[in-house]
């Protein structure tokens, strides 16, 4: 039989075997599939030399992906105003309604991240996941512990680990500088990680939108935590009355459950989530 005159290209296998004719479009398909890669070598009719498939489909640049990216930034960027002022109050209170619904399995999925820890390729994803919780908790969500073991949240890796290190160099810097520096960038980088994962943008893009999604809101987040922390003494000096062991007991339980339900009511309150956004 005859060859079809598009036909003029030739792929090598794994073996090294050359395996074809195939044409163009072929190849293309080929490529999408995983059937082959970029460096798979390639040949055509005609040709003296082997080449990479790379060479006869070059990566092409996407500027209108790229401006769509802009525009999304630009668009969550506007949305950021610092209206809280000093309206500390609906968030205390949605901190307590959230920790008392989601206590059990908050508390499930802290412990099996702890467990984890001993599991570097696996802490990865566990860690990425107890970020993402107040972000489930923000949106309503009802939270399985076992959730942070999804394995989507490891591809995030790579943006997530400079995201953090860029949050680290900031902080200890400004606790360098009298200490206030440092607990001011904290408060105002406590979004970035729920942005990176909730909202898609890069890390600098997380810092800068967390930074203007808290600005004019520090002192609010601030009074509300110093609220938390005075009400959960109180709570704890009623109980030691009854059991110190108690009173630790339950303070190493709830510390964790409240501070990310802190975080879920701030971000519930101040970023506008996919279905206010539509």
């Known amino acids: 039989m005859m060859n079809e005159p598009d036909k003029t290209y030739y792929y090598a296998q794994a073996g090294g075997q050359a395996t074809g ?36 489909f070059p990566p092409q640049p996407e ?17 950021a105003q610092g209206k ?5 109050l609906p968030i205390l209170l949605d901190t307590y309604v959230i920790a008392a619904k989601n206590f059990l399995s908050v508390l499930l999925a802290v412990i099996l991240w702890i467990l984890t820890i001993w599991i570097p390729y696996i802490h990865i994803g566990t ?21 942070i073991f999804a394995k989507r949240y490891r591809q995030f890796f790579g943006e997530f680990f400079i995201m953090v290190v860029l949050m680290e160099i ?6 360098g500088l009298f200490i ?4 001011v960038l904290a408060y105002s980088w406590m979004l970035a990680p729920l ?19 808290t600005y004019g809101n520090k002192f609010s987040f601030f009074f509300t935590s110093i609220v938390l922390l005075i009400s959960f003494a109180i709570l704890l000096g009623i109980i030691s009355l009854i059991s110190s062991e108690l009173s630790i007991i339950i303070s190493i339980l709830f510390a964790p ?12 309150k101040l970023v506008p989530l996919k279905t206010e956004e539509a």
């Open 21 to 56: 004719p195939v044409s163009k479009q072929e190849l293309r398909d080929l490529l999408e599939q995983g059937a082959i890669h970029e460096s798979t070598h390639v040949i055509q009719k005609g040709e003296k030399q082997w080449s990479h498939l790379s060479d006869v």
């Open 63 to 79: 500027p209108q992906i790229i401006q769509a990216t802009s525009r999304q930034y630009q668009k969550f960027h506007a949305f």
């Open 84 to 88: 809280l002022n000093k309206d500390f």
């Open 127 to 147: 860690t990425i996941a107890i970020c993402n919780l107040p972000l489930d908790l923000a949106k309503g969500k009802v939270i399985s512990p076992t959730c």
């Open 170 to 175: 900031g902080i200890i810097i400004g606790l």
């Open 180 to 183: 206030i520096p440092g607990i």
């Open 195 to 213: 942005l990176l994962l909730d909202k898609g943008v890069n890390p600098t893009e997380a810092l800068t939108l967390s930074n203007k999604y």
């Open 257 to 268: 459950v409240i501070g990310i339900s802190l975080i879920a009511a701030v971000y519930k």
